[in-house]
Structure formats: structure tokens, C-alpha cells
């Protein structure tokens, strides 16, 4: 008899909101209430969870690159149960050698990596979804029969086949997103993209169940729980600023905010949830200590009952909850105090600064006023000077001013001479216009009079030529009008012909 495999996906439509952080803690605090999960890096581009662990635990290096490369697997074709046996074994070694982990949790968490080459395959087509609905199904169809609880996906932050087959195979999807707009409608694009690829998935099930009757079981239980609507989806929105403090036990939709103690573990790559959380009473109140792991508790907890988990030691997470968000409050203010007190710390630094810069800029100018004093002085000496010899000038000033004066009255004598030449330049001027204006009516006339005289021409030509043909036609006339009377001896002819003959000439 197999225990009940429950896949979790971490989802995300942008990278950088803390889907990795948020699965490796999900992931421990699973596997410290004894519960064997398997946590699984499914980000085809960047391998943020491997790379998470290898940032902060070098000695880790050894380990993943030995590690089969699962990723390729999955789109190829899945290992026996044995050869995938071995595999998540290595993945049990990898927590082993995590140092803030306590050593027992090696038997419970397994850690399955992806290992990055220089040359990485393209991932394959999403609609193409035959292959990789059956490859996923031999991989859960195997963690279940060894005997796994929950399988965790870190998924990639963009809708390649991987991410969307990790989803529409999880019972569970949590989506986190940065309470912005655009991380927002990137999430909500990704969850489109699910639903789009959910009815192929379900044919290719049906398919598979067709022809693999030892399957058929296992089938069943997921085709229940591969539509949207039958999942239970919970919605994480990361806080920019610990001073958010918005979020709603009672919903599935989550406000976390990124405090000060979240920053700090995400920084030194280590997790929330102390090694002591969990005792033989329960959980320890006093190790909650920032509302992001208060907040994860309690989605493990939806999680935990949805699938007949036993949660009743996380019954003191409600009975004790202002206890505890008043343990929170407090820490929160000492947060919110020791940020006031650098900021302050800050400003006092900023104020000194200034001051000093004050005081050397009064120094700087205290020089500059004495130096000002001395110019002073020497403008005082120098007046003095031009005063005395003034004075000894004074004398020659009469003849200079007659002098000016005649060179004045010079001037305006000039001045007057120029304005009368202005005037004469002004006067012909309009003249030289006026005359201008008359040359161009003239010469429009003279070329009216030339088109005139072309047309005359013209005509003249038209009637010297009309004239030549008609004497050519009355010559003519008179050679048969002289024709006719000699060879005519009738007089009344003759006479009338010598009546016409004049009219001719």
C-alpha cells in the first residue's frame, strides 16, 4: 500500500519574487513533522533553487554536478524505479551536507537539483504534451511508491511545458507575486496559460489509461484533481516594505511582508524556521519570529488539511494567534525603531557633514572679506591719487571745454549737412520708384503693342495669301472668258460676257 503522493507547485509569471526561498522553507518545516518530501528544481533557465544552495553552500559543488541531470530525463524518457531510486537518494545526500539543517532531516527531505550546462536543449514545444504527461506520470507514479508525502516543484518563472506539467499534476498551486501591477497580471498570465494546456493534458491521461492498466489507479486519484477548479490555489503577494504588514489568516489570499529577518536569512542563504520550532508540545510560540513564517505556517496548515494530514498541533497557531501577532507587533516595532534609529543615525551624520561644510565656507569667506578690506584700501589710495591730479589738471579744463564745444557745434553742423542728404536720398528715392513703375508699364504696353503687331502680321500674311489664290482664280476666269468669246459668235453671249469682264478686272 502507497501513501498518497501531494504535488505542490511554487508558481510565478516574473522571476525575483521568492518562489525559492518561500518551497526551501515550505519544504523543511514539511520534512521536520516527519513527512518525506521531495523538492524538486524545475527551472529549466536558471536553476534558482540550485543555485540558491550553491551561492551559500559551496560544498555542495561535488554533490549536483554527480547528480543526472533530472530536467533532461523528464523530456526524454524516465529511469527504472531502481535507476530513480538512486537518483533521489543522491538528492537525501544533498540535505545531509546543508549545515543548518539538523541531521535528521536527511532522512526526510530530498533534494533534486538541476544541473546547468553550457549548451542547454531548448525546452520542448508546451502543446506537445503526450511525452511529457507520460514521462511525469512514471516520475510521480515512482516517488509515490517510494514512499513520499508531498513533492515540491520550483518551477520557472515563464509558462515553458515543464512548468505548466508541474502544474496541472500538483494537487496544490501557490502563486507569489510582488504586490505591483505588473508582477500581478505576469501571474495571472501564467495561471491562462495553465488552463489552456489542462484539456490536452486530460486527453493524453486518457489516453494512457487506455492502455496501462497498472497505471489505472493512480490515474484516477490525479484525474480527479488535474482541473483547475478541483485544486487548492493559494495566492502570495511579497511586500516590498516590513512596514505592510496586510494579510488575511482566514483567506488564500496572502499579503507577506518582506521583513527585516527575511532579508537577513535570504542574504546569508539560510531558512526561517529554526531547528527547535517543533517539540514535543507542539510548536514553539517563542521561535515565530516574523510575520512571512507566521503567514507559512498557516498555508502548510490549508495544505496539511486538505489532504488529511495531521495538524493538530498547528491548532496553537490559532489559539494562540494575538499572542502571537502581538509577539510580532513588538518585534516589528524594535524593526521599525532600529530603522528610525539609522535613519536618524543617518541624518545626524548628514547634519554633521553639512556643518562642517558650513563652517569651512565661513572660514573660506572670513578670508575673502579681509582680502576685500585690502583691496579697499588701495581703492582708497588710488581715489586719493586721481583727487591730486584732478587738481593739477584743472587749470588746462577751460580751454578743453571751448575745445569740446567747437568740436560739437562742428558735429551738429555735420549732422544737419547729413540729414539734408538724407532727405534728397529719400526724394529720389520715390522717384527713381515712380520711374521704375512707369519703365514696367511701359514695357507691358510695348509688349501688348508687340503681340498686337505679331497677330496683325499674322492676318496680313493670311490675307496677302487669301489675295494671291483669288487672282489666281480671277486670271483664271478671264483665260476662259477670252476662251469663250472666240470660239462664240452668238452676240447676246458675247454681250454678256463683255458685261462680266469688267466686274473681274
Not at 518545516?29 to 551559500?56: C, E, I, P, S
Not at 520557472?156 to 498551486?173: E, R
Not at 572679506?369 to 584743472?394: M, P, R, V
Request: charged share 20%; aromatic share 8%.
Amino acid at each position: 500500500m502507497f501513501t498518497t503522493l501531494n504535488p505542490v507547485s511554487i508558481l510565478s509569471g516574473k522571476g525575483g519574487v521568492g518562489k525559492t526561498f518561500f518551497a526551501m522553507n515550505l519544504a523543511k518545516f514539511m520534512a521536520m513533522r516527519k513527512n518525506k518530501v521531495l523538492l524538486v528544481d524545475m527551472d529549466w533557465a536558471f536553476a534558482g533553487l540550485t543555485q540558491f544552495l550553491l551561492r551559500h553552500n559551496p560544498q555542495l559543488s561535488p554533490i549536483i554536478q554527480s547528480t543526472q541531470r533530472f530536467l533532461d530525463l523528464l523530456t526524454t524518457s524516465i529511469p527504472s524505479r531502481e535507476a530513480l531510486s538512486t537518483l533521489i537518494s543522491q538528492s537525501h545526500q544533498i540535505t545531509a551536507n546543508i549545515p543548518d539543517f539538523p541531521s535528521y532531516l536527511a532522512e526526510y527531505l530530498g533534494i533534486l537539483p538541476h544541473v546547468m550546462q553550457a549548451e542547454c536543449p531548448s525546452v520542448p514545444n508546451p502543446r506537445n504534451t503526450i511525452t511529457l504527461s507520460s514521462n511525469f506520470i512514471k516520475f510521480l507514479v515512482g516517488v509515490q511508491q517510494l514512499g513520499y508525502n508531498y513533492i515540491i516543484f520550483d518551477t520557472d518563472a515563464s509558462p515553458v511545458s515543464t512548468t505548466i506539467q508541474s502544474a496541472i499534476f500538483s494537487n496544490t498551486l501557490i502563486f507569489i507575486a510582488e504586490s505591483d501591477t505588473l508582477s500581478s497580471q505576469a501571474t495571472n498570465q501564467l495561471k491562462n496559460w495553465i488552463l489552456q494546456e489542462e484539456a490536452g493534458t486530460i486527453r493524453a491521461i486518457e489516453k494512457i489509461m487506455e492502455t496501462n492498466i497498472e497505471w489505472q489507479p493512480f490515474l484516477k486519484q490525479w484525474y480527479r484533481a488535474i482541473r483547475m477548479e478541483r485544486k487548492l490555489t493559494i495566492w502570495i503577494a511579497n511586500c516590498v516594505s516590513a512596514m505592510s504588514k496586510k494579510f488575511n489568516p482566514l483567506s488564500k489570499r496572502w499579503e507577506i511582508p518582506w521583513e527585516e529577518t527575511v532579508a537577513a536569512a535570504y542574504d546569508q542563504g539560510s531558512t526561517l524556521i529554526d531547528n527547535d520550532i517543533i517539540t514535543a508540545d507542539g510548536i514553539a510560540i517563542s521561535k515565530i519570529n516574523s510575520h512571512y513564517l507566521y503567514c507559512l505556517l498557516k498555508i502548510y496548515q490549508y495544505i496539511a488539511e486538505r489532504y488529511n494530514d495531521s495538524t493538530e498541533d498547528l491548532y496553537i497557531l490559532e489559539e494562540n494567534r494575538d499572542q502571537i501577532l502581538q509577539q510580532l507587533a513588538v518585534v516589528s516595532n524594535e524593526e521599525d525603531t532600529k530603522e528610525i534609529e539609522g535613519q536618524s543615525s543617518k541624518i545626524s551624520s548628514e547634519l554633521q557633514q553639512q556643518y562642517q561644510q558650513f563652517v569651512a565656507q565661513h572660514e573660506k569667506l572670513k578670508e575673502e572679506h579681509q582680502e576685500l578690506i585690502l583691496q579697499y584700501e588701495q581703492l582708497k589710495q588710488a581715489h586719493q591719487a586721481f583727487i591730486q591730479s584732478n587738481e593739477q589738471h584743472s587749470c588746462s579744463e577751460k580751454g578743453v571745454n571751448q575745445e569740446r564745444d567747437r568740436l560739437q557745434k562742428e558735429r551738429d553742423s555735420v549732422l544737419q549737412a547729413f540729414q539734408g542728404l538724407e532727405q534728397k536720398y529719400d526724394t529720389l528715392q520715390l522717384e527713381y520708384q515712380k520711374l521704375q513703375t512707369e519703365c514696367k508699364k511701359i514695357q507691358n504696353d510695348y509688349a501688348k503693342l508687340q503681340q498686337e503687331h505679331r497677330q496683325k502680321t499674322l492676318s496680313y500674311i493670311d490675307l496677302q495669301h487669301e489675295c494671291d489664290r483669288l487672282t489666281s482664280a480671277i486670271n483664271a476666269w478671264i483665260s476662259t472668258l477670252t476662251e469663250l468669246r472666240q470660239k462664240n459668235t452668238n452676240k447676246a453671249i458675247n454681250d454678256v460676257l463683255s458685261e462680266f469682264e469688267p466686274l473681274i478686272h
